[in-house]
């Protein structure tokens, strides 16, 4: 071994190199002071071997970049590992950077004859971040998507170059594939060979100098080996522990893939920026303007460190302390604006709706891709446009919750809200207008719409034009319009409550309902085929026990257990809804199409007619699957039902609108508007 140790040496003189790296003076004793350096280089070179090795699976195109990410995530060995190790160790390097700052600046280790090396670590820095930047938008979904065109655009307002600089980052004037491999080139290749070579004159001043001492007295004066390399080696143990530990047991997030055609309100950058988001937030800075904001106070924040060198060599003492001073209130600065930032999220109702609406995605994103069809040639994003369990809530929200709940929510996750009587007073909660169809179909609604029809069809009376045809009815006018209260199929309900409910026909009426959420096709419920036939029998024949005796449902609804035509007309309409396969996928789309046709309601019925031009028939089939529940089953936590909810702040803002309404209101007072979620 001495001798190949021999050879060696004499060929590269390796001996001298080792007893240079390893042999600095470090005047005052090895301390853990000084470890942060180590701990950012270490943490670099962590970061270049995980991206090898994610490289080596990545594929960057708008097709592929996220189902390359989705195999490293969940099919490559160890590939969640080292995803989580790179995503965890580049955070950990932009929390070790600013330490290594701030101990910089307070050591006063960026004085004379140490300006350029000061100067060297601020350009590192700005290429670490610009590590940060790139890397977001990599994995090519949601979250990445949405906030690296927040980026872009802030590009844009760049005094004088702004949209230049804009279109050479994207690609292009739109944002898409070039936009990613353009990024993608910046992240694994351009920027860090630059912090290779910036690393380098870095050390390389930095030994030329030596070592800045906080106290020289401190403890006898060492070498670099082996007591600061202990504490260094320690430091990094704890570095990678750390992050080791956030891969295992948190992962890297990994929101679904990324949709222009969705808005994604939940997107926010990396939490190490969220202090400049926050700061962008505020009224007095956007009323001054996006270039005031996130390019001329940045600029004047880092022209004022990129000084401190000078600062101190001017002004002497007062100059480093008002650089010490000036580096703390900074920090502070920007970890209240942080904490401010996770504050406003955390109480922020749409930010959490969406962020659950993100995570249901996710989560379905993965599900569909790992189930048994995997992801299509056409990428994985087509997964969800065609996936009635995510397009079905948003559709639903955006055609139907106008009138309509789901669960009491807006499909979506949110209660629907409209503007107050009062322009000074908040949104309040928009009551209901039409029936919740969060039920919709199973034994629940049946059982409703048997034995509680005025109840089940209650929301009706909150809409105005309910309220206007009672005030013309009470007038003495004739008006023709849907009363659950007072209908031919709420007075028979309630004329027969005591029937219905008696124990005698207690079999019989889980036989009519059985037989009537059959009809639906709906999956998720069975019924025995026995029961189903003695419903089926009672629906169509009347065979009740007691004062319901040939009573039956086909006395008013003819059609009931046929098949729904598939070319449905009206010249048969008895007058009454038809209950051909009664809340299947044929008669909801029919219903939908067609809600004022003679085999539904008629003209009863106020109900928008929803037009293929309104509501193509590519979303009518998504939104009445979902209603259905005709999708590939799925374990993805759904949306909490809502309904309590609804009904209690109904019932608190109906409590204090009677204790207000002698109260004289301001001017302005009608200006009641559209719901919308909230």
Same mark, same amino acid.
């Given at each position: 071994m001495n001798a190949l140790i021999h050879w060696l040496d004499s060929r590269t003189g390796f001996k001298a190199l080792m007893h240079e790296a390893l042999y600095e003076r470090v005047p005052g004793g090895a301390r853990w002071r000084y470890v942060w350096g180590s701990t950012l280089v270490f943490t670099f070179v962590l970061q270049m071997i995980t991206g090898f090795m994610l490289w080596t699976a990545y594929s960057p195109s708008t097709r592929t970049a996220w189902e390359s990410v989705y195999y490293i995530q969940h099919e490559m060995y160890l590939g969640d590992i080292i995803r989580g190790l790179h995503h965890y160790a580049a955070q950990a390097m932009v929390v070790l950077m600013a330490i290594h700052l701030i101990q910089v600046i307070v050591d006063g280790a960026y004085k004379a004859p140490r300006e350029m090396n000061f100067w060297l670590g601020i350009v590192l820095m700005m290429i670490v971040l610009g590590l940060s930047l790139t890397g977001y938008l990599l994995p090519w979904d949601q979250k990445g998507y949405y906030a690296t065109q927040v980026t872009t655009n802030i590009m844009s307002v760049t005094p004088g170059v702004g949209p230049e600089v804009q279109v050479l980052a994207q690609g292009g004037s739109a944002y898409g594939h070039l936009t990613l491999t353009r990024f993608f080139a910046m992240h694994a $290749?351009?920027?860090?060979?630059?912090?290779? !070579?910036?690393?380098?004159? %870095?050390?390389?001043?930095?030994?030329?100098?030596?070592?800045?001492?906080?106290?020289?007295?401190?403890?006898?004066?060492?070498?670099?080996?082996?007591?600061q390399v202990l504490k260094d080696a320690i430091a990094c143990l704890a570095v990678l522990s750390v992050v080791l530990l956030l891969a295992i047991f948190r992962g890297a997030e990994m929101t679904a893939p990324a949709d222009p055609a969705v808005k994604f309100d939940a997107a926010r950058p990396e939490w190490y920026f969220l202090f400049l988001f926050q700061f962008l937030r505020f009224h007095a800075v956007e009323s001054l303007g996006l270039t005031f904001g996130a390019i001329i106070v940045p600029g004047i924040i880092m022209g004022i460190i990129s000084l401190m060198p000078i600062t101190a060599n001017v002004l002497g003492k007062f100059g480093h302390n008002f650089n010490?001073?000036?580096?703390?209130?900074?920090?502070? $600065?920007?970890a209240g604006l942080t904490g401010l930032a996770f504050y406003n999220d955390a109480n922020d109702k749409d930010h959490q709706a969406a962020l659950t609406e993100a995570h249901r995605d996710a989560e379905r994103a993965v599900e569909l891709a790992s189930g048994?069809?995997?992801?299509?040639?056409?990428?994985?994003?087509? *997964?969800?446009?065609?996936?009635?369990?995510?397009?079905?809530p948003r559709l639903f929200a955006q055609n139907c919750a106008v009138c309509h709940? =789901?669960?009491?929510h807006d499909g979506r996750g949110s209660l629907v809200t409209q503007a107050a009587k009062d322009k000074l007073d908040p949104p309040v909660i928009a009551p209901p207008t039409a029936a919740d169809l969060g039920s919709f179909g199973n034994p629940e609604w049946m059982t409703a719409i048997v034995i509680d029809y005025s109840n089940h069809f209650a929301w009706m009376k909150n809409a105005e034009w309910f309220k206007k045809a009672q005030e013309k009815s009470a007038a003495g006018e004739s008006v023709d319009y849907i009363n659950p209260g007072s209908s031919e199929m709420a007075d028979w309900t309630g004329g027969n409550m005591d029937a219905l409910k008696s124990p005698e026909n207690a079999d019989n009426l889980k036989a *009519?309902?059985?037989?009537?959420?059959?009809?639906?096709? %709906?999956? !998720?419920?069975?019924?025995?085929?026995?029961?189903?036939?003695? !419903?089926?029998?009672?629906?169509?024949? $009347?065979?009740?026990?007691?004062?319901l005796k040939d009573?039956?449902?086909?006395?008013?609804?003819?059609?009931?257990?046929?098949?729904?035509?598939?070319?449905?007309?009206?010249?048969?309409?008895?007058? =009454?809804?038809?209950?051909a396969k009664y809340g299947s996928a044929a008669w909801l789309k029919d219903f939908i199409?067609?809600?004022?046709?003679?085999?539904?309601? $008629?003209?009863?019925?106020?109900?928008?007619? =929803?037009?293929?031009?309104? *509501?193509?028939?590519?979303?009518?089939d998504l939104l009445v699957r979902w209603m259905t529940h005709d999708y590939p089953p799925s374990t993805v936590h759904d949306y909490e039902n809502q309904l309590e909810m609804l009904k209690a702040a109904l019932a608190a803002s109906a409590g204090s609108a009677k204790n207000t309404a002698e109260?004289?209101?301001?001017?302005?007072?009608?200006?009641?508007?559209?719901?919308?979620?909230?």
């Open positions: $290749g351009i920027l860090p060979t630059l912090l290779v !070579g910036f690393l380098a004159l %870095h050390i390389y001043v930095f030994r030329r100098h030596g070592l800045t001492v906080h106290n020289e007295n401190h403890a006898p004066e060492t070498t670099f080996w082996p007591d010490r001073v000036f580096i703390w209130l900074l920090a502070l $600065g920007i048994p069809n995997k992801i299509p040639v056409e990428g994985a994003v087509s *997964l969800l446009r065609k996936d009635p369990f995510t397009q079905g709940r =789901y669960n009491g *009519l309902v059985a037989f009537l959420v059959s009809e639906t096709g %709906h999956s !998720g419920t069975t019924f025995d085929a026995t029961l189903i036939a003695k !419903g089926r029998d009672l629906a169509i024949n $009347g065979s009740w026990a007691g004062a009573t039956s449902c086909a006395g008013c609804h003819d059609t009931i257990g046929q098949d729904f035509p598939a070319q449905p007309d009206d010249s048969a309409a008895s007058g =009454y809804p038809t209950l199409r067609h809600p004022d046709a003679k085999r539904h309601y $008629g003209s009863k019925n106020e109900m928008m007619v =929803y037009s293929p031009q309104k *509501l193509s028939d590519t979303d009518l109260t004289p209101s301001h001017s302005g007072a009608d200006n009641a508007a559209e719901p919308k979620a909230e």
